[in-house]
């Protein structure tokens, strides 16, 4: 009955924007392209979110600024190499090949410091103590970020491929080479993590611990390090997407994380709260939900829209897209 | 056998003592808030030699203690989380700005109203409890969590809707001009820095009844002192309300939801509904203050309902010590303090310590350093960040817990021991 009224909504959606594709389909396609590079940067953000909610029922404010940070440190290791803005060179690839895997793993290490530090302690705490301590390292993180390059918008070198020889028109449809990496990359990392998760030893601990804590910890999981590691696997999608999302836009500033914290954990919980896959599939739709929202309703408006499909979806079909129906605990 | 009866009466003799304790700590804590506020405006105006800023900002932390007190009932004592705190409180400030200024007279209405502030207090309250219920209704069948979620999204929608909708509520310009409170007479005295005791009638005010007379009276709009003593009333009044609450039956059932909702509802309580009457009574809170923090900012912007502004209320609460009412008022004083004098502040004495130890070069900008007055206002929100984690972690029940939820807690980890010790001889 419920499921219905969600249905209905999704059937008048989808009419409504087959209405707009069939008037103007090229200008279609072309937010289409839009609302998918952003949507795999919400995506890459949103598995943090959904991992850690999964596993310790924590809403990790911290996680969009873990993102920003993500993007502020890979500019600064950026500036050691001889890059290029203008043309890309030889020297533009190496850096770009050689930063992710350094930002990546940089980015690990804070989020396990921050969770050894404001989350471990308080794991017997009452339940919104480590939510507060959350919210508080959201702040240290923008604290940090604030000392670091003040208010102002911060430049990230635009060194990825760019210019005229690097961008096409397919059938009207305008098409960069930015376009086309940010989505090869999310779709790389996101199939990593699903092999991760359902392959290795430790992806089977953290679904099972993710499922019945103490149940894993008798079967000889240890629960301490499995929360690490979720922590450790989330910002390390989050300091990728911190940096495509700097590749992509040039620029960051440190209160990007707010925002985009937020559409992310929209997504997390548009795809089920929890689940792994989910939260891709729900971060590409509320980037395209974003994407023709801006176009087709006014980019005012999409803050409405998208937290307006965020209340509807929890009221009409609580367990997401994919979640499953979880009897109360 | 006669372990067990030794330690029933033990027990039982903690349980006496512990029951004066609680008396004794909150009603301390009541008394000494109470005799501050008193004492407050004489004190500071006595210091500053007749400076009313202290006392201004302290009606305004008052606004703050308000919104504490209110989303208590819905965060500490029925264990919901509320992260859209703030668009009930946005929601009574609109409703207060929108009936008592000029405002509708410029929006597609065409009407101007001038309704008063004191009617305004409980249509705000009453608005922003309907808006509750209708948020709360569809989703608190739901699991807690995702009532946090809802509200977090109505919490942005809200502000994004007063910034969209400019010929309603001014948008991005706020709403100005807005109708002070006023009274029919008010006496000042040697207490507000008056030389004698007298009644004030110095305004003229457009009469409720026929909104085109005016008759002679006080209005609020110069006077921070008459702000500062509406808000300690409404405070006071809040605080027996919202602890008339708790000790009732309501009160109870709340308390059961939050420890087990499963077995509440078993017991027979209606949990929808119970649930959702918290949710209106703390929105209504919120609705209440919005209305008192429209009159007395005499501006109404949405930039003041921000997400910033629940996540605030909610720290106060949590850092007071969830359910209970006292911690939560302190909470929300030490919160305000941080915020609003300590970290502002900081950067002013900073500079003035360089100076007196001869580091006086460290003031001036040079190259990359933005001088230090910049760079510790840089600092407060890292500081901000470290407070909260820190308080957090020293005490993650609170400053001031419950005692009765501190005792349960402690009880049941007790009873676990005492169950684990048993099994383990007898095998």
Redesign the interface.
Known sequence: MVDFGFYVICGVAVVLLATQAVSNPTAFVQITVFGLADGAMYALVALGYTMVYGII?L?NFAHGDVFTLGGYISAAILGFFAINEKAFTAVNLIAIVLVFPVVMLIMGGINITIER??YR??RN??R??P???A??????????M??WH?PATVHFPDILPHGPQFQTTIGGVFVTFKDGFVMVTAVVLVTLLAIFINRTKLGKAMRATAQDRDASQLMGININRTIAATFFIGALLAGAGGMIWGLYFNNLFYNLG?RTG?VA??SA?FGGIGNIPGAAIGGVLIGLIAAYSDSYIGS??T??VI??I??GV??LR?TGLLGMRVP?K | MTEPAAVKRRSLMARLHLRERIRDRDQAIYGILFLSALVFPMTTLFITGGSTAYISQAAHAGTWVLLAIGLNVV?GFAGL?DLGYAAFFAIGAYTYALFASSQLGTSPLHHNFHLPFFLMLILGMLVAASFGALLGF??LR??G??L???T???G??VP??S??LPQWTGGINAIGGIDQPWLPAWITGPWAGANSISIIQDATCRNPLAQTQFIPCFSFGFDPVAYYVLIVILIIGAVILVSNLYRSRLGRAWMAIRED??AAAAMGINTVTTKLLAFAIGASFSGFAGAYYGASFDLVSPDDFL?VVS?TV??MV??GG?GNISGVIVGALVIYFILNTLLPSLASNAESLANTFGLGSLNTQKGDW?GLYA?VQ????????????MI??LR??GLFPSRVREQELKHAAVVEEETVAEQVPSR
């Open positions: 029922e809403i530090i404001a302690p308080l705490a009452p919104l103590a939510l507060i301590t919210i508080g390292m959201s702040f240290v993180l923008e604290g940090v604030f000392l003040g707010f937020l954990f929209t919980v005012k408006w803050e409405v937290f307006g965020l209340i929890l009221v609580p109360e | 965060v989380l569809p989703t739901l699991r969590d995702y946090a979620i809802v977090l999204g109505f942005e929608i994004v809707l910034y969209n909702e499963v997400f996540i909610l720290v949590v850092l969830m933005p760079e840089r600092l407060q929100f890292l500081l901000f960040g470290l407070i909260l984690v957090m972690l993650p029940q």
